[in-house]
C-alpha cells in the first residue's frame, strides 16, 4: 500500500485541510508533497492550523468523518474496481499540474488519466439549441478522429453530446465529475458514462459518496480547464458554468474558443461576449488546430497539423455560396430552392412551392432521408449545413 | 285468471324477452310482484293502481300476483307499469284481450294514467322484430325512435284510456305511426366547419387521412396552435353512418341520454374532461351503464390535453382499443358494449408548453420533457399510427393566409377513398386500414421486395420500432386508397414516416 497516498487521504479527509492548503503547502516547499503532507503531519493538533482549513468544505464527505476514512475509501476503490492516483505519481496530468490547485487526489474509472495528452474541452449549455447540439457533435467527431481527446462534464446537451461524438472515435473522452465517482449523475447520462468508461475515463477529485452539489461544479471546472490546451465554449448563457470554465482557461493561459451562434438567441450571448473581449471566433475544426501548429511541429509532424480528412469545409453539400446538391429530381430541386438556411415552416413552404401537403411532405421526407434539409425545430426545415 | 303478456328487458345494450304473468286470485286483496323486481319496479304497485283508477277502470279487489319471467333475472327500471296495468285489466276481463299474443308492451305510467318515455327503445323494438312480433305498444314521445322498422307496427300511446281503446278495437295496425324512410344523408350539416382552421396544411392532411382509415391521431402542439379547433372538426369529415350503425349508435346512447324522440344520424363526439371517472370513461356501475368510449361508439373520442389525464385512465383504454369493445363484467352477468372509435390525444409538447415552438421560451430540461413523456406508455402510444405537430401560426398569417378548403370537399374525397376502399378490398374482412393486422401487412407487401426494403430503410433512419414500422405502412394504405392507387407505392411510404417521425419526445 502506498503510504504518500495514505497520508494524503489522511490530510484532506481525517485533518480536513482543503486542497487549495495543502496546494500552498505543495508549492512553497518546491513542488513536494511529500514534504507538504510531512508539514501538516507534524503540527496535527496546532489550534492554528485547524482555524486555518475553511477551503474545500465540499470535499468532506459526511460530517461524521472518523480517523479510519482513508482506510474505507481504499477498500472501497479496491471492492469497486476505482482507481486512484494523487499528485507526484509519475502519469499524474502534466497540464493539470499547472493550475493554480491541481486536484491532490483524482478518483477515476476507465483508462488510466496519462501525463501527456492532447485534450480539448467542449463545454456549453445543458438546455442548448438543435444547432448547439449539432455543433457540438461535429467538433467533437472531427477531433476525436485525429486523436485528440475531448474533455467535458458529463452534464446534459452539449457536455452530452461531446461526449457521445468523442467516444465513438480515436481520441476518446474524459469526463469530469462533480461528485463522487460511484455516483451517476444525471441518470440520462448512465449509458454515457460507461461508453467513456470503455473509450476514455471518467474522472473526479471528489471522494466516493459524494453527491453532486451545486457548489462542486464550479470547483470541478477547473479541471475541465486544466486537463486541456484549449476550451471549446459553445451556447452559453452570461452566467453560466460554461463562462466560467471558460474564465478559468484564462486564467490557467489556455486557449479559448468561442462558437457563435444568433443574435437573438440569448443562449448566444456569453459565446458573444467572450470573442468580444477576445476569444478565439471558430467556424470549424481547422480554427481550432491553427493556435496548436507549434504542438504539431514538436511531435514531427514538420511543421503541418494533421489533415482534417473529414473537415466541415470538406463535408457533402458545404462551399461557400449555397450550391444545388445533384442527383435531384425536378419536384425534390423546387421545394430544395423554397428552403434556406434558415428554417422555414412547412405551410411557407407549401406556399412557396404550391404543392400540397401530401406531395409535400413526401418529398421533405425524401430530402431528409438524403441528409440535404433537416428539420429544425419541429414543422420547420432548413439545409443541413 | 290467469293472463300473460310480452315485454322486454334490458342487458347491456340488449334486450331480451320478459313475460309479464298475473294471476288475480281470492285471499286478501293486494299487488305482489315477484320475479327479482328492482325497487322502481315494486313501485309501480302505486302508480299502476292509481293510473287505473284515474283512467276510469276498476282495480280488481283480489289478490294480484304478478310475476316477471324469466324469474331469476334482476329486472330495473320504470318500464313495466304500462305492461303490468294493461295484464291486470285484461286478467280482469276489462280489456279485449284479442291481439295481446301479437304485441309487445312497454312503457312507464304516470298516476293520472298518461305515459312517459323509456330508455333503450330501440334494441327492444329491434329484439322484437326478431321475434316476430306485430305490433309494439311504446310511449309517444319515444315513438320516433323505433318507427322506421318496416316489419313492425309502432303504436305510440299517450295514455293508458287511449292505449285501451285502440286494443278494444282489435286492429291496432290501423293506429300505428307512419313508417319514417330515415334520411341519413342529412347529417352533412355540422356548425363548424375545416374552412375556419387556417394554414395547419399537415395537420390538415393528417386528419384527412386518419378519416379515412380511421386511425388514432395525437395532435402535440403549443398552446393556441388549434388543436382542439382541428380535433372538434374531424367528425365533419368523417363519412356518413349507414343505416345499421345509426342503430348501433341510437342504441348506446338512448341507454344514457334523456329518452330522446329521433334517432341518431350524426356520428358522436365525446370530449370528457379529465376529471372524468374510470366508470365515466369505460363504463360501470351496478346496473352497468356504457362509458364515453362507448358513448363515442363510430365517433370520435378526443382527449384533450392528455397529459393531465390520469395514466390509469389512458391505460384502461389499451383492451377497448384493441377490440373495438369493452366487457363489464359484475358478479351476475357480462355486459358488453360496442367501443369502435377513433381516438383523438391533444397535448403540448412539454409542461411549458413551448417546446418546438420557440426554444429560448421553453424552459424545459431534457429531463422534464422526458418525464412529461413518460404518462403515455408504449402500448398507448404502439396504437396511435399518426402523430403530428401543430405550429402556432405567426400573427401576420391570421389575416394574410385565406382560409382552406371547407369540410364537404374533403368529405367528398374521404367518402371516395372509403368507396375505393370497400371496392379493392374484395374479400378482406377488415373494414379500416388502422384494423389491419400482421399478415394483412404482409399481403400489401407482397412480391414488392423494393418496397419493403424502402420501409426498412425510412424504419431505420428515423428509428422506428417494428410497431411503428407497420403503423406507417397502415396509414400508407390510406394515402393509397385517397389516390385511388391499388398497390402502396414507395412515396405514401415516406409521405406516412412523415406523420410518425416527430421528434417532440422520446
Not at chain 1, 21 to 42: Q, S, T
Not at chain 2, 244 to 273: G, M, Y
Request: hydrophobic share 35%; aromatic share 8%.
Amino acid at each position: 500500500m502506498d503510504k504518500l497516498l495514505e497520508d494524503i487521504l489522511c490530510v484532506l479527509y481525517v485533518m480536513k485541510i482543503g486542497p487549495s492548503d495543502l496546494m500552498r503547502e505543495y508549492r512553497r516547499n518546491g513542488d513536494d508533497i511529500r514534504a507538504a503532507v510531512h508539514y501538516f503531519k507534524k503540527s496535527e493538533g496546532a489550534g492554528r492550523l485547524r482555524q486555518m482549513t475553511f477551503g474545500g468544505s465540499g470535499m468532506h464527505r459526511k460530517k461524521t468523518d472518523t480517523d479510519d476514512e482513508p482506510a474505507r475509501i481504499l477498500e472501497y476503490i479496491k471492492k469497486h474496481g476505482l482507481g486512484i492516483m494523487h499528485i507526484g505519481n509519475k502519469d499524474y496530468p502534466s497540464d493539470l499540474l499547472n493550475i493554480f490547485i491541481p486536484p491532490p487526489i483524482l478518483y477515476y474509472r476507465g483508462n488510466r488519466p496519462e501525463k501527456k495528452r492532447f485534450n480539448i474541452a467542449i463545454v456549453g449549455s445543458r438546455r442548448c439549441s438543435h444547432y448547439g447540439r449539432e455543433v457540438a457533435s461535429y467538433l467533437s467527431r472531427s477531433l476525436s478522429r485525429i486523436g485528440i481527446t475531448i474533455v467535458s462534464g458529463l452534464a446534459l446537451g452539449i457536455d452530452a453530446s461531446a461526449h457521445r461524438e468523442a467516444v465513438k472515435e480515436k481520441g476518446g473522452s474524459i469526463a469530469v465529475l462533480g461528485n463522487g465517482p460511484d455516483i451517476f449523475y444525471p441518470p440520462e447520462n448512465r449509458g454515457l458514462y460507461g461508453k467513456i468508461e470503455k473509450n476514455g475515463t471518467v474522472i473526479t477529485e471528489f471522494a466516493p459518496g459524494t453527491p453532486p452539489l451545486r457548489t462542486n461544479f464550479p470547483i470541478r471546472n477547473r479541471i475541465i480547464s486544466g486537463l486541456c490546451k484549449g476550451v471549446i465554449i459553445i451556447e452559453a448563457g452570461q452566467r453560466s458554468g460554461a463562462m466560467i470554465t471558460g474564465e478559468l482557461a484564462l486564467r490557467q493561459d489556455r486557449e479559448v474558443f468561442a462558437v457563435p451562434g444568433s443574435i437573438f438567441n440569448p443562449k448566444s450571448r456569453g459565446c458573444h461576449k467572450l470573442i468580444k473581449s477576445g476569444a478565439k471566433l471558430i467556424e470549424g475544426v481547422d480554427d481550432v488546430l491553427d493556435e496548436f501548429m507549434h504542438l504539431f511541429k514538436d511531435k514531427g509532424h514538420a511543421g503541418k497539423r494533421p489533415l482534417v480528412k473529414n473537415g466541415y469545409r470538406k463535408q457533402k453539400g458545404y462551399t461557400d455560396k449555397p450550391e444545388e446538391p445533384s442527383g435531384l429530381d425536378p419536384m425534390q430541386l423546387k421545394v430544395f430552392k423554397t428552403i434556406g438556411c434558415r428554417p422555414k415552416s412547412f405551410d411557407d413552404i407549401s406556399i412557396a412551392a404550391g404543392l400540397d401537403a401530401g406531395k409535400l411532405l413526401k418529398i421533405l421526407l425524401s430530402l431528409e432521408m438524403e441528409h440535404i434539409i433537416r428539420e429544425d425545430p419541429v414543422n420547420h426545415y432548413c439545409r443541413y449545413e | 285468471m290467469f293472463f300473460k303478456l310480452d315485454s322486454f328487458a334490458l342487458i347491456g345494450i340488449d334486450a331480451v324477452k320478459v313475460a309479464i304473468e298475473v294471476h288475480l286470485s281470492r285471499g286478501l286483496p293486494g299487488l305482489y310482484i315477484v320475479g327479482l323486481p328492482g325497487k322502481a319496479i315494486n313501485e309501480a304497485r302505486q302508480r299502476v293502481r292509481s293510473a287505473i283508477l284515474n283512467s276510469g277502470f276498476e282495480f280488481p279487489v283480489k289478490k294480484i300476483i304478478i310475476n316477471l319471467s324469466p324469474a331469476d333475472m334482476r329486472k330495473e327500471g320504470s318500464l313495466y307499469d304500462l305492461p303490468i296495468a294493461l295484464a291486470i285489466l285484461a286478467a280482469s276481463g276489462q280489456i279485449n284481450p284479442n291481439c295481446f299474443s301479437d304485441s309487445c308492451f312497454i312503457g312507464e305510467l304516470s298516476l293520472d294514467g298518461n305515459i312517459n318515455p323509456v330508455r333503450g327503445l330501440i334494441s327492444m323494438v329491434e329484439k322484437a322484430v326478431a321475434l316476430k312480433k306485430k305490433y309494439f305498444f311504446v310511449p309517444g314521445i319515444n315513438a320516433g325512435q323505433a318507427s322506421f322498422f318496416k316489419e313492425i307496427d309502432i303504436i305510440a300511446c299517450t295514455n293508458l284510456k287511449e292505449t285501451i281503446e285502440i286494443i278494444d278495437r282489435g286492429d291496432p295496425g290501423g293506429n300505428a305511426c307512419r313508417k319514417i324512410c330515415l334520411d341519413i344523408s342529412g347529417n352533412d350539416s355540422h356548425k363548424i366547419d375545416f374552412s375556419e382552421v387556417k394554414g395547419q396544411f399537415k395537420a390538415k392532411r393528417a386528419i384527412e387521412l386518419a378519416a379515412v382509415g380511421m386511425h388514432n391521431i395525437l395532435l402535440i402542439g403549443p398552446p393556441g396552435s388549434g388543436k382542439t379547433m382541428l380535433a372538434r372538426r374531424i367528425i365533419s369529415i368523417m363519412p356518413g353512418l349507414d343505416l345499421q350503425q345509426c342503430i348501433e349508435v341510437t342504441k348506446i346512447q338512448s341507454l344514457c341520454s334523456q329518452p330522446a324522440n329521433d334517432i341518431i344520424t350524426k356520428r358522436p363526439f365525446k370530449n370528457p374532461h379529465h376529471t372524468i371517472s374510470r366508470a365515466g370513461l369505460i363504463g360501470g356501475g351496478v346496473y352497468p351503464v356504457p362509458g364515453d368510449i362507448s358513448l363515442a361508439h363510430r365517433g370520435i373520442l378526443f382527449l384533450d390535453e392528455l397529459s393531465q389525464f390520469p395514466s390509469h385512465l389512458v391505460e384502461d383504454l389499451r383492451q377497448p382499443l384493441e377490440n373495438r369493445e369493452v366487457v363489464i363484467t359484475r358478479n351476475q352477468t357480462s355486459y358488453c358494449f360496442p367501443s369502435n372509435f377513433m381516438l383523438v390525444l391533444a397535448t403540448n409538447p412539454c409542461h411549458c408548453g413551448f417546446w418546438g415552438d420557440n426554444e429560448s421560451r421553453c424552459k424545459c430540461t431534457e429531463r422534464e420533457i422526458k418525464r412529461f413523456w413518460k404518462n403515455l406508455s408504449g402500448p398507448i402510444m404502439d396504437r396511435i399510427d399518426i402523430r403530428v405537430f401543430v405550429s402556432r401560426l405567426k400573427e401576420e398569417d391570421y389575416i394574410n393566409t385565406e382560409s382552406g378548403e371547407n369540410s364537404e370537399k374533403i368529405r367528398e374525397r374521404v367518402e371516395r377513398a372509403a368507396a375505393f376502399r370497400k371496392n379493392n378490398s374484395k374479400g378482406r374482412k377488415i373494414k379500416y386500414n388502422s384494423e389491419a393486422s400482421a399478415a394483412q401487412i404482409n399481403e400489401w407487401l407482397a412480391g414488392n421486395e423494393r418496397l419493403r426494403k424502402s420501409a426498412f430503410m425510412v424504419g431505420k433512419k428515423f428509428k422506428l420500432s417494428a410497431r411503428g414500422l407497420s403503423s406507417i405502412i397502415k396509414v400508407s394504405r390510406s394515402i393509397a386508397d385517397l389516390e385511388g392507387s391499388k398497390n402502396i407505392k414507395e412515396e405514401h411510404i415516406l409521405e406516412a414516416a412523415g406523420y410518425r417521425a416527430v421528434k417532440a419526445y422520446g
